[in-house]
Structures are given as structure tokens and as C-alpha cells.
């Protein structure tokens, strides 16, 4: 059996909309962005969970929950199976040292004041690791294995004399120095070149595959997330619409949007010719999804009035591929 | 005829501590029709040459050498008044990076189309301006009646959409598109990209289309150029650059795409960084970060050379 370390129950995030004076005066409900919607979701041990989807699917703002950074509307989110949902900072914090982030930008996630020693070992601090010698053993072992070396050169260093690339080395072995069992990263390479994004997915995956850390890969780049990632999970405005293994996905999608997706990658192969662009327009306004089926509105196989009136839920096909779609949920 | 030749261009920008090499010797030409792609890594200069082709530098930068001769014209001698009547909007056009933002939000969208097109066309009536409006949203697939509107209530694929008919306004043979899709969602960035692909082919239009992302250009152009360091490192017919990549700074870039559908594998990287353009390496600026290194290369600058038909590369590899 696999052990499940982090498990999302039904997670809901809704923010409110800020109106105006007036509009608050006359309007008698409030409105709502539906940012993260009944998601369910289950990260085993030392397995590499993409989660993808395009900009205001959620997908950030579901990391965040499951970090505990915001707080959720409802729904429930347990670590190691003990339900986190409802701790208080005090009670989270002893936890943090088991999970950590990396953010997407290298150049606002560092303390510009701070030397990349003070900046690696503030976790340690933080959680109470006071033994000097302990500390410096850790941030000089992490920083070797981030491949900054020699490290007793980049202890002394500030964020502003290193490139983008050494800066985001300096955010992972930040995240890594606690030995975590649990990383998301969100976007942790989309503000990097090409040349140098491998790199950082290589680090990143080395860690996490030496120390079987469970981790959670944001990103919109499903041709990167193809190499990187055990599963996929497809979230559109709120809601995962799609679930399996990475060749799953990538090879025989189900779900329309899914489909649509895979397509609109596109290939670095001049011979390849690109069928077509399925679907027409962008994604909704999550302040007021769609009814039903989210997607009802883009999709290539609409079937009326089913998908319009009622949500499709997640259906396993097999395997562990899991889809909600009304068209693989009436069999 | 060739449409855009360009030759040996130079751009520096001075800073207090010296000249930034920006450009250096740069050559390609461009062809009615045809689509170039333009790619490099970050600070590599694609962008200065873009704003060099239409004289838009900054002040600090100076075109120092070189010809950008358009159907025999040489760009670099036009004064500001004659690129305005003569290149400008008529002949190249340019989308920049974020248009998301590149538009006044305090103005609706026709008002600023309607304005680039009597700044440059004098003589035409605002009416019939607006009617020209009213065709190029249809030929960008926009609503026509939605050139009405603000930018605000135009979303990210709508107001690249309308960026793209306001560079079209005055009918120019060269569309520069600078990342143009880069801040869109793959669905909508591919929409985009075919947007392009069909207008090229209906009004014979040429596009040198600058990303850094080589699978966007793969897929959208004919003719691949490679960057690095302020110099043309390879060019050629997209598929044969793409096929036999001959240097190996293009071969490092080939291989940091994966495609989506190549089985999972480990992902290559080039080591190193690239150099400060204030003083760059004397011999190949790829040379330090190159497995293949020689002697020569530290100490002599390759030229482009054609390795194979048409297909250059600039490498001492090669030139032996």
C-alpha cells in the first residue's frame, strides 16, 4: 500500500470581490471568485504530482491551501493524516519544517539583504536548530548538493551577484535544507532560459528522488511537466477535470479540455503540422463559472443540455485515470 | 527581389562604464512572405535588432555600422522625419512583448488605431479610417463593433488580437512580432500563432518573429536565425537548422526543448551563463561554455559561413 502524506478533501477557496461603496449599498449578495472548487486530492510518498492548467485555473491558489499560506472556505487538508485544516500558526509551525515552497521568482523570493548563509539557514533558526556546528554542516552539505560550490564562497554572497539560475539553486536548497517530506513548487523554472531551466529540473529532481520527497510540480508547461512528473492533475476554473499517469494524459487523453490542451502544445519539430486549433476563446470569468460543466461553454463535444444543467464528477476509467466529463460518466 | 537585406549590423548602448556590444555584425535577409524566426536566450540581442530595424532605440543606443537596406533603402541613413513618412507602420510594423499593456487604457481601442493610421497616412478622413478599423478587427477575427471598447474589457488574446490589426494598419510588408505570445495561455497562444500563419499566407506577408521559444518558432516559420551574445551563431532553412543543427550552442538549445510527445527523458542544460556584452570573450563569445572548444576559438571570431545549402554557421568546427 502507498502511503498517502498529503491528502486534499473537497477543497474549497472562494474570494470575495471587493465592490464599490455604492455597489456594496444596493447589491444584497456578495460576489465570489470560485478560485479553487472541490478539489480532492492525494500526493503519495515520494511522487512527483504535476498540476497544471492555464493562468486562473486555480492551480496556485490550491498549492497555497494545501501549504496552509491562505486559509481554506471549506474542505479538508491532512498531512500524514492528521488533519491540518484548522491548526493555528502556533500548531503549524513545528509541521513547516516537514513541508516547504519554492516560488516561482528567483528575484523576489530572496531577502536582498541577507547573504545566501544567513538566507539558507534562517529555516533552521526558525525551527529551533540553534547548534552552530549542526546549521553550518547543513547549509554547506545542501549548498554542495545545489551544486553552489565551493560553499564557503557563496555562504558570503548576496542575491544581487547571482545570476538567475544560482538564485533559484539558492530558493530550492532553501526549501530542501530541512529535508521536507513534502515541496510544492509553483512555476519554479518559468523565469529562467532555456539553457538553464533543465538544470534547476535536474537539481530539483535529484533532491527529491535521493530523499523521496513527495512533491507537487505547478507549472503550465506540459512539455516540460511530461519529463518531470509521475501523474498529472488538469484543473480547470477551480476544478480538476482530469487525473492519471503522465503517459496517460499526454497519450490518450479523455477529457475534451484535456485534449484541447495537448494539441495547443506546441512542438519543437518543423516536420510536425499541427491539426488544428480546437477550441475557440479563453476561460471564463471564475467570479461566475459556468453552470454544470465548466467547460460546457469551449467544448468540441457539447451534448446539450446534460452538461449545461449538471457537474460530471470524477470517474476512474481504470488504472487510476480519472475524468469528469458526462461523456464517459453516463457508461 | 530580396525584400530586407540586412548587413554586418552593429548596436551598442553606452553605459558610464563603456559600450554594451549588443549587436555585433548581424546579416540575414528576409523574402516576401517569408517567416524568420529569431531566438536566443535573454540579453542575446534579439531585441535590439528588432529596434534597430526601425531606428526606435533607446538613446543610449547607437547603430554603429552596418545597412538595413529595405527594397534598396537604407534604413540607417533616414532621417526621423522620412522614417516616419517612409518605414514606420508602412513598411515594418512591430508588437511588442507585453501587449497586454501596450495599449493607453484611457482611450478606446479604435481611437488609438484611428490615430496611427492619420499620424501616418495623411490625407485620410477619420471616417474613413474607422471604416479601415472596422475590416481589420474582421481580419484578426474580432467583433467589429468591439473596436468601441477600452482595453480593459478586452482580454489577453483579444488585445494581442487587436495589437496585431493595429501594426497591420497601414499595410506594411514586414510584422515584427517581439515574444508574441509569451504571456498567453497555451490554447489561446496557439490561436494566436495561427492567427499569424494565415495572415502571412493573405497578404504575402513577411514576419520575423522573435522567442525565445524554439517550438513556438518551429512550428510558425520557415527560417530560424540563432542568437548568442549579440551574434548570428546559425541560420538557415528552419528544417534543415532544426534536423542537422551544426552549432553547439544551437544543438544545446535544440535539446533544452523537449517535446510532449518524445518519451520521458532526462533533460540537457547548457552550463555556464552568458557573457558580459561590456567586454566580451575575444575569440567565439560561445567558446567558455562550449565542449568543443579549441585553441582557435579562444582567439579568433568565426564568421558565418555556408555549411550546407543555405545554411550558415558561424563555428570553427565547421570551418575546417
Same mark, same amino acid.
Given at each position: 500500500?502507498? #502511503?498517502? *502524506?498529503? %491528502?486534499?478533501?473537497?477543497?474549497? @477557496? =472562494?474570494?470575495?470581490?471587493?465592490?464599490?461603496? $455604492?455597489?456594496?449599498?444596493?447589491?444584497?449578495?456578495?460576489?465570489?471568485?470560485?478560485?479553487?472548487?472541490?478539489?480532492?486530492?492525494?500526493?503519495?510518498?515520494?511522487?512527483?504530482?504535476?498540476?497544471?492548467?492555464?493562468?486562473?485555473?486555480?492551480?496556485?491558489?490550491?498549492?497555497?491551501?494545501?501549504?496552509?499560506?491562505?486559509?481554506?472556505?471549506?474542505?479538508?487538508?491532512?498531512?500524514?493524516?492528521?488533519?491540518?485544516?484548522?491548526?493555528?500558526?502556533?500548531?503549524?509551525?513545528?509541521?513547516?519544517?516537514?513541508?516547504?515552497?519554492?516560488?516561482?521568482?528567483?528575484?523576489?523570493?530572496?531577502?536582498?539583504?541577507?547573504?545566501?548563509?544567513?538566507?539558507?539557514?534562517?529555516?533552521?533558526?526558525?525551527?529551533?536548530?540553534?547548534?552552530?556546528?549542526?546549521?553550518? #554542516?547543513? *547549509?554547506? %552539505?545542501?549548498?554542495?548538493?545545489? @551544486? =553552489?560550490?565551493?560553499?564557503?564562497?557563496?555562504? $558570503?554572497?548576496?542575491?544581487?551577484?547571482?545570476?538567475?539560475?544560482?538564485?533559484?539553486?539558492?530558493?530550492?536548497?532553501?526549501?530542501?535544507?530541512?529535508?521536507?517530506?513534502?515541496?510544492?513548487?509553483?512555476?519554479?523554472?518559468?523565469?529562467?532560459?532555456?539553457?538553464?531551466?533543465?538544470?534547476?529540473?535536474?537539481?530539483?529532481?535529484?533532491?527529491?528522488?535521493?530523499?523521496?520527497?513527495?512533491?507537487?510540480?505547478?507549472?503550465?508547461?506540459?512539455?516540460?511537466?511530461?519529463?518531470?512528473?509521475?501523474?498529472?492533475?488538469?484543473?480547470?476554473?477551480?476544478?480538476?477535470?482530469?487525473?492519471?499517469?503522465?503517459?496517460?494524459?499526454?497519450?490518450?487523453?479523455?477529457?475534451?479540455?484535456?485534449?484541447?490542451?495537448?494539441?495547443?502544445?506546441?512542438?519543437?519539430?518543423?516536420?510536425?503540422?499541427?491539426?488544428?486549433?480546437?477550441?475557440?476563446?479563453?476561460?471564463?470569468?471564475?467570479?461566475?463559472?459556468?453552470?454544470?460543466?465548466?467547460?460546457?461553454?469551449?467544448?468540441?463535444?457539447?451534448?446539450?443540455?446534460?452538461?449545461?444543467?449538471?457537474?460530471?464528477?470524477?470517474?476512474?476509467?481504470?488504472?487510476?485515470?480519472?475524468?469528469?466529463?458526462?461523456?464517459?460518466?453516463?457508461? | 527581389?530580396?525584400?530586407?537585406?540586412?548587413?554586418?549590423?552593429?548596436?551598442?548602448?553606452?553605459?558610464?562604464?563603456?559600450?554594451?556590444?549588443?549587436?555585433?555584425?548581424?546579416?540575414?535577409?528576409?523574402?516576401?512572405?517569408?517567416?524568420?524566426?529569431?531566438?536566443?536566450?535573454?540579453?542575446?540581442?534579439?531585441?535590439?535588432?528588432?529596434?534597430?530595424?526601425?531606428?526606435?532605440?533607446?538613446?543610449?543606443?547607437?547603430?554603429?555600422?552596418?545597412?538595413?537596406?529595405?527594397?534598396?533603402?537604407?534604413?540607417?541613413?533616414?532621417?526621423?522625419?522620412?522614417?516616419?513618412?517612409?518605414?514606420?507602420?508602412?513598411?515594418?510594423?512591430?508588437?511588442?512583448?507585453?501587449?497586454?499593456?501596450?495599449?493607453?487604457?484611457?482611450?478606446?481601442?479604435?481611437?488609438?488605431?484611428?490615430?496611427?493610421?492619420?499620424?501616418?497616412?495623411?490625407?485620410?478622413?477619420?471616417?474613413?479610417?474607422?471604416?479601415?478599423?472596422?475590416?481589420?478587427?474582421?481580419?484578426?477575427?474580432?467583433?467589429?463593433?468591439?473596436?468601441?471598447?477600452?482595453?480593459?474589457?478586452?482580454?489577453?488574446?483579444?488585445?494581442?488580437?487587436?495589437?496585431?490589426?493595429?501594426?497591420?494598419?497601414?499595410?506594411?510588408?514586414?510584422?515584427?512580432?517581439?515574444?508574441?505570445?509569451?504571456?498567453?495561455?497555451?490554447?489561446?497562444?496557439?490561436?494566436?500563432?495561427?492567427?499569424?500563419?494565415?495572415?502571412?499566407?493573405?497578404?504575402?506577408?513577411?514576419?520575423?518573429?522573435?522567442?525565445?521559444?524554439?517550438?513556438?518558432?518551429?512550428?510558425?516559420?520557415?527560417?530560424?536565425?540563432?542568437?548568442?551574445?549579440?551574434?548570428?551563431?546559425?541560420?538557415?532553412?528552419?528544417?534543415?537548422?532544426?534536423?542537422?543543427?551544426?552549432?553547439?550552442?544551437?544543438?544545446?538549445?535544440?535539446?533544452?526543448?523537449?517535446?510532449?510527445?518524445?518519451?520521458?527523458?532526462?533533460?540537457?542544460?547548457?552550463?555556464?551563463?552568458?557573457?558580459?556584452?561590456?567586454?566580451?570573450?575575444?575569440?567565439?563569445?560561445?567558446?567558455?561554455?562550449?565542449?568543443?572548444?579549441?585553441?582557435?576559438?579562444?582567439?579568433?571570431?568565426?564568421?558565418?559561413?555556408?555549411?550546407?545549402?543555405?545554411?550558415?554557421?558561424?563555428?570553427?568546427?565547421?570551418?575546417?
Amino acid at each position: 500500500m502507498v #502511503e498517502i *502524506v498529503v %491528502k486534499a478533501e473537497n477543497l474549497t @477557496k =472562494l474570494f470575495e470581490v471587493k465592490l464599490g461603496f $455604492f455597489k456594496t449599498l444596493l447589491s444584497k449578495e456578495s460576489l465570489y471568485v470560485h478560485a479553487v472548487d472541490g478539489v480532492n486530492l492525494d500526493i503519495f510518498k515520494g511522487e512527483i504530482l504535476g498540476l497544471a492548467g492555464e493562468s486562473g485555473s486555480g492551480k496556485t491558489t490550491t498549492g497555497r491551501l494545501i501549504m496552509r499560506l491562505i486559509e481554506p472556505t471549506s474542505g479538508k487538508i491532512f498531512f500524514k493524516g492528521k488533519d491540518i485544516t484548522h491548526l493555528d500558526e502556533d500548531q503549524m509551525k513545528p509541521l513547516r519544517r516537514y513541508m516547504q515552497i519554492v516560488f516561482q521568482d528567483p528575484y523576489e523570493s530572496l531577502n536582498p539583504r541577507m547573504t545566501v548563509g544567513d538566507i539558507i539557514s534562517e529555516p533552521m533558526k526558525l525551527q529551533g536548530i540553534t547548534d552552530e556546528k549542526e546549521v553550518e #554542516e547543513r *547549509v554547506y %552539505k545542501i549548498l554542495t548538493d545545489a @551544486k =553552489l560550490v565551493p560553499p564557503e564562497e557563496f555562504i $558570503f554572497r548576496y542575491p544581487h551577484e547571482l545570476s538567475g539560475g544560482q538564485r533559484q539553486r539558492v530558493a530550492t536548497a532553501r526549501a530542501f535544507v530541512l529535508d521536507p517530506d513534502f515541496v510544492v513548487a509553483d512555476e519554479p523554472v518559468s523565469m529562467l532560459d532555456a539553457s538553464i531551466r533543465a538544470e534547476i529540473l535536474q537539481l530539483i529532481l535529484s533532491l527529491v528522488k535521493t530523499r523521496r520527497t513527495s512533491f507537487l510540480y505547478i507549472t503550465h508547461d506540459l512539455a516540460l511537466a511530461r519529463h518531470v512528473c509521475d501523474r498529472i492533475a488538469i484543473m480547470y476554473l477551480g476544478k480538476i477535470v482530469e487525473q492519471g499517469t503522465t503517459d496517460q494524459l499526454v497519450l490518450e487523453p479523455l477529457h475534451p479540455y484535456t485534449k484541447a490542451l495537448m494539441k495547443a502544445v506546441p512542438v519543437p519539430d518543423p516536420s510536425h503540422k499541427r491539426i488544428e486549433v480546437v477550441i475557440k476563446g479563453e476561460i471564463p470569468s471564475p467570479v461566475n463559472p459556468p453552470s454544470g460543466c465548466r467547460f460546457h461553454t469551449r467544448c468540441p463535444s457539447y451534448m446539450g443540455d446534460i452538461c449545461k444543467k449538471s457537474e460530471p464528477q470524477l470517474v476512474d476509467m481504470g488504472n487510476g485515470h480519472l475524468v469528469a466529463c458526462h461523456q464517459y460518466s453516463k457508461k | 527581389m530580396t525584400l530586407l537585406s540586412v548587413q554586418n549590423l552593429t548596436t551598442y548602448y553606452q553605459i558610464r562604464r563603456g559600450f554594451v556590444r549588443a549587436v555585433e555584425d548581424v546579416s540575414f535577409s528576409l523574402e516576401r512572405g517569408e517567416a524568420m524566426g529569431l531566438a536566443g536566450e535573454s540579453g542575446c540581442g534579439k531585441t535590439t535588432v528588432a529596434l534597430s530595424l526601425l531606428k526606435i532605440l533607446p538613446p543610449n543606443g547607437k547603430i554603429v555600422r552596418g545597412k538595413i537596406l529595405l527594397n534598396d533603402l537604407d534604413v540607417v541613413k533616414l532621417s526621423e522625419s522620412e522614417l516616419r513618412e517612409k518605414i514606420r507602420w508602412k513598411a515594418i510594423s512591430l508588437i511588442f512583448q507585453g501587449a497586454m499593456n501596450a495599449m493607453n487604457p484611457m482611450y478606446k481601442v479604435e481611437d488609438q488605431i484611428v490615430e496611427a493610421i492619420r499620424l501616418h497616412e495623411k490625407g485620410v478622413t477619420k471616417k474613413e479610417a474607422k471604416d479601415r478599423v472596422a475590416k481589420l478587427f474582421e481580419m484578426v477575427g474580432l467583433e467589429p463593433e468591439r473596436a468601441k471598447g477600452y482595453p480593459h474589457e478586452f482580454s489577453g488574446g483579444m488585445r494581442q488580437r487587436a495589437m496585431i490589426a493595429m501594426a497591420l494598419a497601414c499595410n506594411p510588408s514586414i510584422l515584427i512580432a517581439d515574444e508574441p505570445s509569451t504571456a498567453l495561455d497555451v490554447i489561446v497562444q496557439a490561436q494566436v500563432l495561427k492567427l499569424l500563419d494565415e495572415l502571412k499566407r493573405k497578404l504575402n506577408l513577411a514576419i520575423i518573429m522573435i522567442s525565445h521559444d524554439l517550438s513556438i518558432i518551429s512550428e510558425t516559420c520557415d527560417k530560424l536565425a540563432i542568437m548568442y551574445a549579440g551574434r548570428i551563431v546559425e541560420v538557415g532553412d528552419v528544417l534543415s537548422v532544426f534536423k542537422k543543427p551544426l552549432h553547439p550552442y544551437t544543438q544545446g538549445l535544440i535539446a533544452a526543448f523537449p517535446s510532449i510527445y518524445a518519451p520521458k527523458q532526462e533533460m540537457s542544460a547548457i552550463p555556464g551563463s552568458p557573457p558580459n556584452l561590456l567586454n566580451p570573450p575575444k575569440g567565439c563569445r560561445f567558446a567558455p561554455r562550449c565542449n568543443y572548444s579549441m585553441d582557435i576559438c579562444l582567439k579568433e571570431s568565426p564568421s558565418l559561413i555556408e555549411a550546407d545549402k543555405n545554411h550558415f554557421v558561424a563555428c570553427h568546427l565547421v570551418h575546417k
